[in-house]
């Protein structure tokens, strides 16, 4: 299978050849390549399932070597390019099974809140952005201003977020929306976020401006502006951060220049 930017992954059989996908990855000390984080998001992911999320059901979680290994159930499909507004109508309503009443202990606002000021382990990297170029600077400080002027207890807790909803970790055959995958970032949190991630990186998967605005537009009319604004914060350090480090300097400007627009926006 193509290779993630995180992972790797191949179609195997059992004798009887029945087909499943492995996944793994190297584990660096961060929270969510350990096993331990894995196995507390397998009863999250089956609960989805349980709703029909179609996600794909974890047959196996285990380490090796310094690996971390999932073998799981092959879903049909292959992501949606272009990202049309059909497939975006199915993802919002699939994000609303993620939804549910519950809470956290403030975890997730905390948690949040945390990847803007301090970074994240692996991601959300402030160094590579500050050391990147003077625009990098100034979106990174853009970023811990919105995070000290976030209130933890302001981004709510509403449900289970996948935490990387892009268009490229969903599966489709035609118009039909076939899967979500690469769910093994889950966590209690909130489902608005994942539509955030969906819209942050719609332009890259060639869905229009009309629909990116009708979008947005249900965004504002769920969240307050204070969550969007910091999950917007949050995506526009990540991924330029990611970019700062792992691709060309035409990416990262590229990047630069879409969070910006957003962050203006918001």
């Not at 100034?138 to 977020?161: F, K, M, S």
Request: net charge negative.
């Amino acid at each position: 299978m193509p290779d993630g930017e995180a992972s790797h992954a191949t179609v195997v059989a059992d004798a009887a050849g029945n087909r499943s996908l492995l996944k793994w990855w190297q584990m660096a000390g961060g929270e969510s390549d350990s096993l331990d984080h894995i196995e507390r998001v397998v009863p999250l992911v089956e609960r989805l399932r349980g709703r029909g999320y179609p996600s794909p059901r974890h047959l196996l979680t285990a380490s090796a070597e310094s690996l971390l290994f999932v073998l799981q159930e092959l879903l049909p499909g292959r992501p949606p390019v272009p990202l049309l507004p059909v497939h975006v109508e199915q993802l919002v309503e699939l994000n609303r099974l993620q939804e549910e009443e519950r809470g956290d202990g403030g975890g997730w606002g905390t948690f949040l809140r945390r990847t803007l000021v301090s970074g994240a382990d692996g991601y959300c990297l402030h160094a590579p952005l500050r050391r990147h170029s003077p625009a990098g600077a100034a979106l990174l400080d853009r970023v811990i201003a919105i995070g000290e002027a976030t209130d933890p207890a302001a981004l709510p807790v509403a449900g289970i977020a996948h935490f990387d909803f892009h268009h490229l970790n969903v599966l489709a055959e035609g118009d039909r929306i076939t899967g979500i995958v690469d769910c093994e970032g889950a966590r209690v949190g909130d489902p608005c976020f994942d539509l955030v991630t969906l819209l942050y990186c719609s332009a890259e998967g060639g869905l229009g401006d009309d629909s990116q605005l009708r979008l947005w537009r249900l965004l504002r009319g769920r969240r307050d502006a204070a969550p969007l604004r910091a999950y917007l914060a949050h995506m526009s350090l990540r991924l330029s951060s990611w970019s700062a480090v792992h691709h060309d300097e035409a990416t990262t400007a590229r990047w630069l220049e879409h969070s910006r627009i957003w962050l203006e926006r918001v």
